[in-house]
């Protein structure tokens, strides 16, 4: 039987002990952290220039659905211009309002049987 471990042992070489390069050791690198997604400055404008108030008073009251997000989106302008706005048109009867809360406003535009 010494004749067969003897070849074993000659034909496989010892396992060594040393860590190889790629392994999941303790001392592996660390995780480098993401700065995350980051957005674009949105650069809305403060005040109505005479081009966007004319889009304003031209375009809006054809919305279906009107919020102060969705005309301070299309026409590049603050959210508390887009509200003051809003109201501005409601006053002027261009645009008929659907619910006044706090926090949100909904309007919609005029149809041929609101108007008196």
């Keep these: 039987m ?7 042992d000659k034909s496989k070489p ?3 002990k040393q860590k190889k390069e ?4 303790g001392k592996a690198k660390k995780k480098k952290w993401s700065k995350g997604k980051v957005r674009d400055k949105l650069n809305n404008m403060v005040l109505f220039d005479k ?3 004319d889009k304003l ?3 809006v009251p054809s919305y279906k659905l009107i919020t ?11 959210g508390s211009l ?3 706005a809003l109201k501005e048109l ?5 645009i008929k309002q659907i619910i006044k809360h706090s926090r949100q406003e909904i309007y919609t535009r005029n149809t041929k049987g609101d108007e008196p």
Excluded: I, M, W
């Excluded at 010494?2 to 074993?8: I, L, P, Y």
């Excluded at 409601?90 to 261009?94: A, F, I, P, V």
């Design 57 to 59: 008073l031209k375009e």
């Design 82 to 84: 887009a509200r003051a």
């Design 22 to 25: 790629g392994g999941g050791g």
């Design 14 to 16: 010892a396992p060594s």
């Design 90 to 94: 409601h006053q002027k009867g261009l």
């Design 68 to 78: 102060p997000a969705v005309v301070a989106e299309r026409l590049k302008v603050r």
């Design 51 to 53: 081009p966007t108030y």
């Design 2 to 8: 010494g004749k067969k471990e003897d070849k074993k």
